[in-house]
């Protein structure tokens, strides 16, 4: 029986997961058409539906891009553990700067081959009006830290829109988690405001992804980042 149980949690917390990443990134594809776009006072949107963007209907932007090399940045750092290799920071700079890496002119079939699956997905070596700081903060191999951060005045939503998969490291404490989430946003974003956000994003991800109600997940957050 709890064989059985503990495959069921396991199903169970996969479609969380996919939930999560879709979910971001079917949002991302909704709002891409509404980005920079400041409506009318008091007017609400008569129906909600995919827009053309880039070029085609329904396509994402850079934080879905972004979103998904976090990912696999943290991946990489659970596999990294279980060799005797622990800097979860690290790896997550490593697979941002793999993301970099796809906003130039070339495509998958001139990376190398230790960039990872993600970095043979052609559909992901596309520009997508990614916020300069990012650009900015990754264009060089130095990882920012919360004693010396990248763009210490950037606090654009482009450290939270990438935060929501801390969230999904469900074994660990909602503490730990933030804190994981705010070192690694300053590797672009150094103003609190900025990753502060993120830490905040993260814990409330991590709340729902254990099952927390909303409201719980948010006091969470509100009191982590006290």
């Not at 409506?39 to 008569?46: A, D, I, K, R, V």
């Not at 700067?97 to 559909?123: S, V």
């Not at 990438?162 to 974003?189: D, I, K, M, Q, Y």
Request: aromatic share 8%; with cysteine.
């Amino acid at each position: 029986m709890s064989t059985l149980w503990g495959r069921a949690e396991q199903l169970d917390f996969r479609s969380r997961v996919r939930g999560c990443l879709l979910g971001g990134g079917i949002g991302d594809a909704l709002g891409a058409g509404a980005s920079g776009k400041v409506p009318e006072p008091g007017s609400l949107p008569e129906e909600v539906d995919l827009v053309p963007v880039y070029g085609r209907r329904g396509a994402v932007t850079w934080a879905t891009q972004l979103t998904l090399f976090t990912t696999d940045g943290l991946i990489r750092a659970q596999i990294r553990r279980d060799r005797g290799h622990w800097h979860p920071p690290t790896d997550v700079h490593r697979a941002c700067l793999r993301w970099y890496a796809t906003q130039h002119e070339w495509g998958p079939d001139e990376r190398r081959a230790d960039n990872g699956w993600l970095g043979l997905e052609e559909w992901l070596y596309a520009r997508r009006d990614p916020a300069l700081p990012l650009l900015l903060g990754l264009g060089d191999d130095v990882m920012g830290t919360r004693a010396a951060p990248k763009n210490p005045r950037a606090r654009d939503a482009g450290a939270v829109l990438r935060s929501a998969p801390f969230g999904l490291l469900v074994g660990w404490e909602p503490e730990l988690v933030g804190l994981l989430a705010a070192e690694c946003a300053v590797h672009t974003h150094g103003d609190p405001a900025a990753w502060l956000s993120a830490l905040a994003y993260a814990v409330i991800v991590h709340g729902l992804a254990r099952r927390a109600p909303l409201e719980a997940a948010a006091g969470c957050a509100a009191a982590v980042s006290a």
